[in-house]
Antibody, heavy 119, light 110 residues
Framework: QLQLQESGPGLVKPSETLSLTCTVS??????????WGWIRQPPGKGLEWIGS???????YYDPSLKSRFTMSVDTSKNQFSLKLSSVTAADTAVYYCARRTAYLYFDYWGQGALVTVSS | QSALTQPPSASGSPGQSVTISCTGT?????????VSWYQHHPGKAPKLMIYEVSRRPSGVPGRFSGSKSGNTASLTVSGLQGEDEADYYCSSYAGSNNFVFGTGTKVTVL
């Protein structure tokens, strides 16, 4: 059974960089059939797609969020990561990682990691 | 891209049906049949309920069904059960490997 688990600091100071990692277990992240995505949910709001990465390193970002986000993949650790620079309180959210299939839906999700931006 | 529009809430008594709408545009939901629906119990991982407008993954009860007409997709839950009380989100492919999610609907079982 595929499992995804987000990890990272729960508290980040304004203007700093948020770093999250998603560890995949139960399957290889190096399958060409899948992309690995990040979605976030600010408090009291809906889900917001951030972007996705293929094991080859190809990345896709939401056009409106692209400039501050960076995704990477580490196939040796079966992990992929998200960095968000210059965070503000508006970046406070639960961040989810998920697997995106070739048929353009997200079939497995992590439980989410709450990241709070506060001094 | 703007979020897909969903009603904030929907409700029904056990055994009844509830339908949730999801409205997009001619740039996303209106031209792609890659609409998916997710059930989210707070604090848990979202769960895929419907993909490609109306397909159900293995293990999802048959009382969940999806459809689409024009720029609006719908999720219907028939024979409501207590465990169906959750937040539901639609999602659509928006081209160029981009996706957009809905605003979310809280379903309450009365």
């Amino acid at each position: 059974q595929l499992q995804l688990q987000e990890s990272g600091p729960g508290l980040v100071k304004p203007s700093e960089t948020l770093s999250l990692t998603c560890t995949v277990s139960g399957d290889s992240i190096s399958s060409s059939n899948y992309h690995w995505g990040w979605i976030r949910q600010p408090p009291g709001k809906g889900l917001e797609w951030i972007g996705s990465i293929h094991y080859s390193g190809i990345t896709y970002y939401d056009p409106s969020l692209k400039s501050r986000f960076t995704m990477s993949v580490d196939t040796s650790k079966n992990q992929f990561s998200l960095k968000l620079s210059s965070v503000t309180a508006a970046d406070t959210a639960v961040y989810y990682c998920a697997r995106r299939t070739a048929y353009l839906y997200f079939d497995y999700w992590g439980q989410g990691a709450l990241v709070t931006v506060s001094s | 891209q703007s979020a897909l529009t969903q009603p904030p809430s929907a409700s029904g008594s056990p055994g009844q049906s509830v339908t949730i709408s999801c409205t997009g545009t001619s740039s996303d939901l209106g031209i792609y049949n890659y609409v998916s629906w997710y059930q989210h119990h707070p604090g848990k991982a979202p769960k895929l309920m419907i993909y490609e407008v109306s397909r159900r993954p293995s293990g999802v009860p048959g009382r969940f069904s999806g459809s689409k007409s024009g720029n609006t997709a719908s999720l219907t839950v028939s024979g409501l059960q207590g465990e169906d009380e959750a937040d539901y989100y639609c999602s659509s492919y928006a081209g160029s490997n981009n996706f957009v999610f809905g605003t979310g609907t809280k379903v309450t079982v009365l």
